[in-house]
C-alpha cells in the first residue's frame, strides 16, 4: 500500500464491515493467509473511533510483540497515515497507545503477559479486537469480557475476532462455527450474537502480489494449504499428538465408575491450568480440567477445592504434580509436589499410550481438547510454545507418575 491510498474494501470486506452492523455482538473473521481479515477489522476501528470522539479501543493478541509488529506498524499506523494523517494522530510508544485528533484512543497490546494484561485490563473499552485467536485461550478472552465496559452514547459496544482457522476442537470453532456453548457444549442461549465469516486469499487477489496464490500458497503441504488457502479447520500439520482421535474421547456416561488410582497436573502462569486423570490398569482417562487466566494460585486451589476435585473416592488426596518451576506457589496446590518436566520423554511416553488406545479424554475437559490439536512442532521440530497450558499439565499428570515407579509402563 503506497503514501496516500484510500480504503477501497474489497467485495468480501465489505460484506465484512457489514456484519458489523448486522446486531451481532461477537463477529469473527477466519480463514486464509493474506485474505485481507486484519485491514477490515483495523479500518472498522478507526472508523469507530473517528466516528464516536473519546471512544476507546484495545487490539490485543498473544504476543505484544507480534502485535505490535504485525498489527500496529504493518496495519494500524499506515492505514491512520492515509486516513486522518500523521497530524491527526500520536502514537505513544511506551503506552502502546494512539490517541487521535478527538480523543478517541487505540490501545495495543498482549494478553501473554502478566504487566500487559494488567495494563491494558485496566481500562474499559467500546471495542476489543482478538487478533489471532487460534493462539489465546478461552480463559484468556472471556477475562477481557469484562473491559468492554466503556459508555459512549451511540456507539455499540462490540467483540471483534480474526484467525486463521485452528482445528475443529478449537474453542472459536465450536462457539462461531457449531454454535455450541464451549464448557458444556449445549446450544448457544442467543446464537444470533455471534456472527462469523470466512475470507480467503483469492477474495484478496486484487491486494496481492502476482503469484502470492499460485508460487506459495498453492504448493503447501495438504494440511497447511486446507489452512492457509482454503480457510478450514483441520489438523495442523506437525500435530504432536496426532494418533489422537474423536473416537477417544468419551462422554461422562461412559466413564468407568473406578479408577486404581488418581493424579493430577498443574501448570503456573498467566494461563494457569489443572487436568486430572486417573488410571485403570493400563489406560489414561483424562477425567477433568480447569483453567483459568490471571488468577493467584490461592485462588485456583480454592476454586479447585470447591469442585472437590482434590480428593479420591476414598477420601484420600490427589497427587497433583506441579510445574517445577513453579516455586513457592507449589505449596498453595493441596497436594503439590514437583512435577517431572521431561518433555520428549512425557510426549513419547503419551503418545505410546495413545497408539495403543490407552488413552481417553472426557468430553468435559474442553482444555485438554481445545488445544490437544493445535499442540504441534514448527519446521525446525521445536515445539510451538502458544496455546500449550493444558498440554503441560497433562503431561505433567501422566508422566511424573510413571517416571516415580508407580506405574510400570
Ligand atoms: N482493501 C485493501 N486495500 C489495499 N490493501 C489491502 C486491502 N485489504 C488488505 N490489503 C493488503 O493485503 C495484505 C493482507 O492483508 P491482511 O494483513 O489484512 O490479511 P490477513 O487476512 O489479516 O492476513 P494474515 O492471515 O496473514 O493475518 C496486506 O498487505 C494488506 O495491506
Ligand atoms: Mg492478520
Not at 42 to 52: D, G, H, S, W
Not at 126 to 136: C, G, M, P, V
Not at 203 to 208: E, I, V
Not at 276 to 305: H, P, Q, R
Amino acid at each position: 500500500m503506497g503514501a496516500n491510498t484510500v480504503f477501497r474494501p474489497t467485495a468480501i470486506q465489505k460484506k465484512a464491515l457489514s456484519l458489523l452492523k448486522s446486531g451481532a455482538k461477537h463477529i469473527l473473521l477466519f480463514g486464509g493467509s493474506r485474505s485481507g481479515k486484519t485491514t477490515v477489522l483495523v479500518m472498522a476501528i478507526i472508523y469507530r473511533a473517528l466516528r464516536f470522539a473519546g471512544s476507546r479501543h484495545l487490539i490485543c493478541r498473544y504476543r505484544a510483540k507480534d502485535a505490535r509488529s504485525s498489527v500496529l506498524r504493518e496495519t494500524l499506523l499506515p492505514w491512520l497515515d492515509n486516513t486522518v494523517g500523521k497530524n491527526g494522530y500520536n502514537y505513544l510508544a511506551h503506552e502502546s497507545m494512539v490517541t487521535l485528533f478527538n480523543n478517541s484512543e487505540i490501545w495495543i497490546g498482549g494478553l501473554g503477559d502478566r504487566e500487559q494484561a494488567d495494563k491494558i485490563l485496566g481500562h474499559e473499552y467500546n471495542t476489543i479486537y482478538f487478533n489471532e485467536i487460534s493462539q489465546l485461550s478461552y480463559a484468556a478472552v472471556t477475562t477481557a469480557y469484562s473491559r468492554l465496559a466503556m459508555r459512549v452514547p451511540g456507539c455499540k459496544n462490540l467483540f471483534i475476532y480474526d484467525c486463521n482457522p485452528g482445528s475443529p476442537l478449537h474453542w472459536a470453532y465450536k462457539i462461531f462455527v457449531l454454535k455450541k456453548t464451549f464448557l458444556s457444549g449445549e446450544p448457544l442461549e442467543k446464537p444470533e450474537l455471534y456472527a462469523s465469516m470466512m475470507l480467503n486469499p483469492e477474495d484478496n487477489k486484487a491486494n496481492l502480489p502476482e503469484d502470492y496464490i499460485s508460487d506459495i500458497l498453492d504448493v503447501l503441504p495438504e494440511k497447511q494449504k486446507a489452512r492457509f488457502r482454503d480457510g478450514l479447520w483441520v489438523k495442523a500439520e506437525g500435530v504432536i499428538y496426532d494418533r489422537f482421535d474423536e473416537t477417544m474421547v468419551v462422554k461422562v456416561c461412559d466413564l468407568p465408575e473406578k479408577f486404581d488410582r488418581y493424579a493430577a497436573g498443574q501448570d503456573f502462569g498467566l494461563n494457569i491450568t489443572f487436568v486430572k486423570i486417573g488410571w485403570l490398569g493400563d489406560v489414561i482417562y483424562v477425567l477433568c480440567d480447569y483453567g483459568a487466566f490471571n488468577m493467584t494460585t490461592k485462588s485456583f486451589n480454592a476454586e479447585l477445592e470447591g469442585r472437590l476435585w482434590l480428593n479420591c473416592a476414598d477420601g484420600l488426596g490427589v497427587p497433583v504434580y506441579c510445574d517445577p518451576a513453579g516455586g513457592e506457589r507449589i505449596q498453595e496446590i493441596t497436594g503439590g509436589m514437583k512435577a517431572n518436566n521431561s518433555v520428549e520423554s512425557g510426549i513419547d511416553f503419551i503418545n505410546a499410550k495413545i497408539e495403543r488406545r490407552q488413552f481417553f479424554v472426557c468430553e468435559k475437559c474442553t482444555g485438554v481438547l481445545s488445544e490437544i490439536w493445535d499442540y504441534c512442532r514448527d519446521e525446525a521440530g521445536e515445539i510451538v510454545k502458544v496455546n500449550d497450558h493444558f498440554m503441560d499439565a497433562l503431561r505433567y499428570a501422566i508422566f511424573s507418575d510413571v517416571q516415580q515407579g508407580v506405574i510400570l509402563a
